[in-house]
């Protein structure tokens, strides 16, 4: 008894784990499938601009041989809804400046996954929003829906990015406060490889 | 560092071309959408380029900096 309460007190939770010992990992792994999403919406607007594609056939790379992925508002809004959730969980593995950013990405992506929300909620109830002939959100109401998420997307990843650099590299100061392994300082392994002998 | 922020600028400087064609190919389009399409893609560039001058700003600490800043953190 005595024992098991020791093991509970001293075990660290999966959200101390995620924003600590596994923070790099998880950060990595988020960043890959951002990448990849990012990948396809750049390919899309390729499409349009540069080849000429009609954008009801620019459906990015993946979507040419699986159209629903493009076509399902239910994926859009998982995707959404994913990209909101790691923000939040792996938000305190962040501090200074790196968390103002991570904190920015994450309401511009709370805004983002609001007007998926709208979306979503027009084809399950299988009725659209101002009259329109397909589910429409409503800053789609002055913006095309190919540049409205290539924008939405691109203000989330900038300030994501910045965040991540500065998680890597912190500012004088913010290291201290860090409790994962993601800062980047080959010089200081260098250092410490040399003063280990090896 | 310099590596790190040159693979995050291929990205960024591929959504800088990207803006650049969209705001060329929204030209022909009908208005409304011209005007909108227009003005979240001049959005997208700048803030890329918003993007680039920040990661590019920050210079690598050379290796007395970092030691007098372990230091001076030690201290406190």
Known sequence: MATATACSVTKPSLMERLNGQWHKQALWTYTAIVLAHWAEHLAQTIQIYVLGWNPPDARGVIGIWFPFLVSSELLHYGYAIVMLVCFWVLRKGFTGRSYFWWMVAFWIQFWHHIEHALLQGQAIVGYNLFGKPAPWSIVQLFVPRVELHLFYNTIVFIPMVIAMFYHMFPLPGEEAHANCSCAWNPRDLKRRAASLGT | ?76
């Open chain 2, 1 to 76: 560092m310099n590596l790190v922020r040159s693979v995050i600028s291929v990205f960024v400087v591929a959504l800088v071309g990207v803006s650049i064609a969209g705001w060329v190919w929204a030209g022909a389009q009908p208005s409304p959408n011209r005007e909108g399409a227009r003005v979240v893609l001049a959005i997208c560039g700048i803030a890329s380029i918003g993007c680039l001058w920040m990661l590019w700003r920050e210079k690598e600490a050379s290796p007395e900096a970092e030691d007098a800043a372990s230091t001076n953190l030690a201290k406190n």
